[in-house]
Protein backbone atom coordinates (compact mmCIF):
# COMPACT_ATOMS: atom_id res chain seq x y z
CA UNK A 1 0.00 0.00 0.00
CA UNK A 2 1.16 3.32 -0.85
CA UNK A 3 1.60 5.67 2.12
CA UNK A 4 3.45 8.55 3.47
CA UNK A 5 3.49 8.99 7.57
CA UNK A 6 4.51 12.49 8.68
CA UNK A 7 6.17 12.71 12.79
CA UNK A 8 7.92 15.36 14.35
CA UNK A 9 5.49 18.00 14.79
CA UNK A 10 5.27 19.95 18.24
CA UNK A 11 5.01 23.17 20.50
CA UNK A 12 8.12 25.36 20.31
CA UNK A 13 9.24 28.39 21.21
CA UNK A 14 10.35 31.14 18.60
CA UNK A 15 13.85 30.43 17.55
CA UNK A 16 13.86 26.99 18.18
CA UNK A 17 14.71 24.40 16.11
CA UNK A 18 12.87 20.96 14.79
CA UNK A 19 13.19 18.17 12.39
CA UNK A 20 10.35 16.31 10.68
CA UNK A 21 10.30 13.34 9.01
CA UNK A 22 8.12 11.25 6.74
CA UNK A 23 8.70 8.29 6.04
CA UNK A 24 7.19 7.05 2.43
CA UNK A 25 6.22 3.19 1.98
CA UNK A 26 6.51 1.59 -1.09
CA UNK A 27 9.01 1.52 -3.87
CA UNK A 28 7.65 3.69 -6.02
CA UNK A 29 8.52 6.53 -4.05
CA UNK A 30 12.57 6.27 -5.08
CA UNK A 31 11.57 7.93 -8.64
CA UNK A 32 9.08 10.39 -7.00
CA UNK A 33 10.42 14.01 -5.76
CA UNK A 34 8.98 14.24 -1.98
CA UNK A 35 7.89 18.09 -0.53
CA UNK A 36 7.16 19.28 1.99
CA UNK A 37 3.26 21.90 2.40
CA UNK A 38 2.47 22.96 5.16
CA UNK A 39 -1.54 24.99 5.86
CA UNK A 40 -3.20 26.70 8.41
CA UNK A 41 -7.09 27.34 8.44
CA UNK A 42 -8.55 30.07 6.07
CA UNK A 43 -5.17 30.28 4.05
CA UNK A 44 -4.29 28.43 0.71
CA UNK A 45 -1.88 25.44 1.08
CA UNK A 46 1.87 27.02 1.06
CA UNK A 47 4.71 25.04 -0.67
CA UNK A 48 7.78 24.80 1.70
CA UNK A 49 10.18 22.57 0.45
CA UNK A 50 11.03 19.87 -2.03
CA UNK A 51 13.59 17.72 -3.43
CA UNK A 52 14.17 15.56 -6.15
CA UNK A 53 14.43 11.18 -7.19
CA UNK A 54 18.21 11.49 -6.35
CA UNK A 55 18.58 14.12 -3.74
CA UNK A 56 20.69 16.13 -5.89
CA UNK A 57 18.12 19.21 -6.43
CA UNK A 58 16.04 21.19 -3.63
CA UNK A 59 14.06 23.87 -3.46
CA UNK A 60 12.60 26.26 -1.27
CA UNK A 61 9.53 28.83 -0.36
CA UNK A 62 10.82 32.34 -0.33
CA UNK A 63 9.46 32.36 3.08
CA UNK A 64 11.81 29.58 4.59
CA UNK A 65 14.90 29.27 2.69
CA UNK A 66 17.80 29.86 4.79
CA UNK A 67 16.12 28.50 7.27
CA UNK A 68 14.78 25.35 6.57
CA UNK A 69 16.77 22.44 4.77
CA UNK A 70 15.08 19.13 3.16
CA UNK A 71 17.08 16.00 2.97
CA UNK A 72 15.97 12.60 1.59
CA UNK A 73 17.68 8.82 2.73
CA UNK A 74 16.50 6.48 -0.26
CA UNK A 75 16.66 3.45 1.87
CA UNK A 76 17.00 0.11 0.90
CA UNK A 77 13.72 -2.64 -0.01
CA UNK A 78 10.87 -0.03 -0.05
CA UNK A 79 11.04 2.81 2.37
CA UNK A 80 12.24 6.32 1.72
CA UNK A 81 12.67 8.90 4.25
CA UNK A 82 12.33 12.79 3.32
CA UNK A 83 13.48 15.13 6.61
CA UNK A 84 12.83 18.90 6.96
CA UNK A 85 15.03 20.40 9.21
CA UNK A 86 13.35 23.90 10.26
CA UNK A 87 15.88 26.30 12.35
CA UNK A 88 15.10 29.81 13.52
CA UNK A 89 11.20 29.29 14.23
CA UNK A 90 8.97 31.98 13.90
CA UNK A 91 5.54 32.18 15.29
CA UNK A 92 4.42 32.67 11.37
CA UNK A 93 5.52 28.82 10.82
CA UNK A 94 3.02 27.62 12.99
CA UNK A 95 0.82 25.31 10.49
CA UNK A 96 -0.02 21.50 9.68
CA UNK A 97 2.79 20.39 7.68
CA UNK A 98 2.18 17.71 4.93
CA UNK A 99 4.71 15.62 3.09
CA UNK A 100 4.00 14.87 -0.71
CA UNK A 101 4.74 13.09 -3.69
CA UNK A 102 4.99 14.40 -6.82
CA UNK A 103 5.41 15.16 -10.84
CA UNK A 104 8.66 14.39 -11.55
CA UNK A 105 10.40 16.23 -14.95
CA UNK A 106 13.35 14.76 -16.94
CA UNK A 107 15.74 15.76 -13.88
CA UNK A 108 13.51 13.88 -11.17
CA UNK A 109 12.64 17.12 -9.70
CA UNK A 110 9.24 18.66 -9.11
CA UNK A 111 7.48 20.33 -11.73
CA UNK A 112 5.46 23.25 -10.04
CA UNK A 113 5.22 24.12 -6.41
CA UNK A 114 1.26 23.63 -7.56
CA UNK A 115 -0.03 21.26 -4.78
CA UNK A 116 -2.27 19.59 -7.64
CA UNK A 117 1.36 18.48 -8.92
CA UNK A 118 1.66 16.33 -5.76
CA UNK A 119 -0.71 13.06 -5.94
CA UNK A 120 0.04 11.06 -2.42
CA UNK A 121 -0.69 13.15 0.80
CA UNK A 122 0.82 12.37 4.14
CA UNK A 123 -1.79 13.08 7.52
CA UNK A 124 0.45 15.91 8.94
CA UNK A 125 2.00 16.72 11.78
CA UNK A 126 1.50 19.76 13.56
CA UNK A 127 3.80 22.60 14.02
CA UNK A 128 3.40 25.49 17.01
CA UNK A 129 5.77 28.07 17.62
CA UNK A 130 5.29 30.64 20.60
CA UNK A 131 6.74 33.95 20.96
Known amino acids: QVQLVESGGGLVQSGDSLRLSCVAHGRTFMNRPLAWFRHTPGKEREFVAA???????????DSVSGRFAISRDNGENTKNTVYLQMNRLKPEDTAGYYC?????????????????????WGQGTQVTVFS
Open 51 to 61: ISTRGDLTYYG
Open 100 to 120: AACRADILGSITSTDPATCDV
